[in-house]
C-alpha cells in the first residue's frame, strides 16, 4: 500500500478550540476591585465594595476557576472583576483573595485531618455559653479557647441567661487568665415594658472597632444576640430539647452583619452552632498557651514533662494541691483536667477520664 502524505489541508481544528498555546500566565485583573465576603451560600458569594463606607455596594459573585479548591469564607478580603454595579441579576467574579491576617478553624474531630475554615480577618472570638438551659459546657470553651490562640485572636466570654443561674462559677475560672466576659439576662424595659437584654450595651462597648465571630452550641441565645445587635438581621432563633437538652441548628451558614450606632465599624460574624470542635489542626505543643496560668506552672517543670495524669514529678499537680481554699482549687483542678483532656485527645492517647472527645460537654 502506498504511504500516504498529509498536507496543511488534512489539519483539522476543532469547533470551539482555540489554535493558540495554552499558557500558566494568569491575566492579572488591573481593574480588580477589593470588596470584603459577608455570606456564602451554594458557590454563590455576597461581597460588600466598600463596606460601611459611603460608596457600599452589594454584589452577588462567584469563584473564578484559577482559584481552584481554595476556599472563600466570610470575612475574606478578595478581588472582583466584570459587573459591580450590584444590579438585579448581575454577577461578578472572584480572582484573588487577600492574605488573611486571621483564620479561624476547627475539624470534626481530634484526629480528622482535614480543617474547615470557618471565618477569615477576624480580632475576636466570642464563646457564647448559655448559663442553663443548656447548661454550659466549660470543655467546650476551652476547646474555643485553644483555637482562638492557634488562631492569634482575642477571646470573649459571653454568658447569657443570667437570670436562670449565677455567673460567678464561670467568671471565677476565666478572667484571672484573661478571657474577658460578658454577662447578659434576659428582662423588661421599664419604661416601654417590652423585652430587653441586660448587658448588651457593655457587650456592643467591648465588641466596637473589631470584626468579631460568635461560636457556640445550638440553643444558648447567640442568635438572640446577634439580633438584638443587628435589629435587621432576623436570624432565626430556636429553644432547646426539653429531653436532650440540646438546641436546634437554627442559622444555616455563617453571615457577617455590621453593627450601627457604634463609635468605629464594627462588625460581627454568626456562625451555624456546633456540636463539636475538633483541634487536629492545633499543634499539641500550643495548647498550653490556651491556659496561661497552667503555661506558666508548667515552664518549672523538669525536662521532657509530658503534662499527663501520669507523668512523675508534673509540677501542675503541685499547684492543684497548694491552693489556698477549697474553691480556688476545684478551679484549679477543673482547669487541669480539661488541659489534659485537650492534650490527650489530641496526642491520641488511651486515657480512661477521658469520654467526651471534641464534643467538649
Excluded: Q
Excluded at 468579631?212 to 432576623?234: E, F, I, M, Q, Y
Amino acid at each position: 500500500m502506498p504511504e500516504r502524505r498529509y498536507d496543511e489541508r488534512d489539519v483539522r481544528i476543532r469547533p470551539g478550540r482555540g489554535s493558540r498555546p495554552r499558557t500558566k500566565r494568569r491575566p492579572e485583573h488591573a481593574d480588580a476591585r477589593t470588596a470584603m465576603v459577608v455570606a456564602v451560600d451554594r458557590g454563590r458569594y455576597t461581597v460588600l465594595l466598600d463596606p460601611g463606607g459611603p460608596d457600599e455596594t452589594r454584589i452577588l459573585a462567584m469563584k473564578a476557576r484559577e482559584l481552584g479548591r481554595d476556599r472563600v469564607v466570610p470575612g475574606d478580603r478578595v478581588d472582583v472583576v466584570g459587573d459591580t454595579t450590584g444590579a438585579e441579576g448581575s454577577l461578578a467574579r472572584i480572582v484573588r483573595i487577600g492574605e488573611r491576617r486571621t483564620v479561624l478553624r476547627r475539624t470534626a474531630d481530634d484526629t480528622d485531618p482535614v480543617e474547615r475554615i470557618i471565618v477569615a480577618n477576624a480580632d475576636r472570638l466570642v464563646v457564647v455559653t448559655a448559663l442553663a438551659d443548656p447548661e454550659p459546657r466549660t470543655r467546650m470553651i476551652d476547646r474555643c479557647v485553644a483555637a482562638a490562640y492557634d488562631a492569634g485572636m482575642e477571646v470573649l466570654l459571653a454568658l447569657t441567661k443570667g437570670d436562670l443561674a449565677d455567673p460567678a462559677e464561670l467568671i471565677a475560672m476565666y478572667a484571672p487568665i484573661g478571657v474577658d466576659v460578658v454577662v447578659t439576662s434576659r428582662g423588661v424595659d421599664p419604661v416601654t415594658g417590652e423585652r430587653t437584654i441586660v448587658g448588651l450595651d457593655r457587650l456592643r462597648d467591648v465588641l466596637t472597632g473589631d470584626v468579631s465571630v460568635l461560636v457556640g452550641h445550638s440553643g444558648v441565645g447567640k442568635s438572640t444576640l446577634v439580633n438584638a445587635l443587628v435589629p435587621d438581621a432576623r436570624r432565626a432563633v430556636g429553644v432547646v430539647n426539653d429531653v436532650t437538652g440540646r438546641g436546634r441548628h437554627t442559622s444555616s451558614s455563617a453571615i457577617a452583619l455590621e453593627v450601627h450606632g457604634t463609635d468605629a465599624p464594627t462588625w460581627v460574624i454568626d456562625t451555624p452552632g456546633v456540636r463539636s470542635f475538633g483541634l487536629a489542626h492545633v499543634d499539641p505543643s500550643h495548647l498550653l498557651g490556651a491556659f496561661p496560668d497552667l503555661d506558666d506552672v508548667a515552664r518549672e517543670c523538669p525536662r521532657g514533662c509530658t503534662h499527663l495524669a501520669d507523668s512523675p514529678d508534673c509540677l501542675l499537680d503541685e499547684w492543684v494541691a497548694d491552693a489556698p481554699d477549697d474553691v480556688v482549687r476545684a478551679a484549679r483542678a477543673a482547669r487541669l483536667d480539661s488541659f489534659r483532656r485537650l492534650l490527650v485527645s489530641r496526642l491520641g492517647v488511651e486515657d480512661e477520664t477521658d469520654g467526651d472527645g471534641a464534643r467538649g460537654r
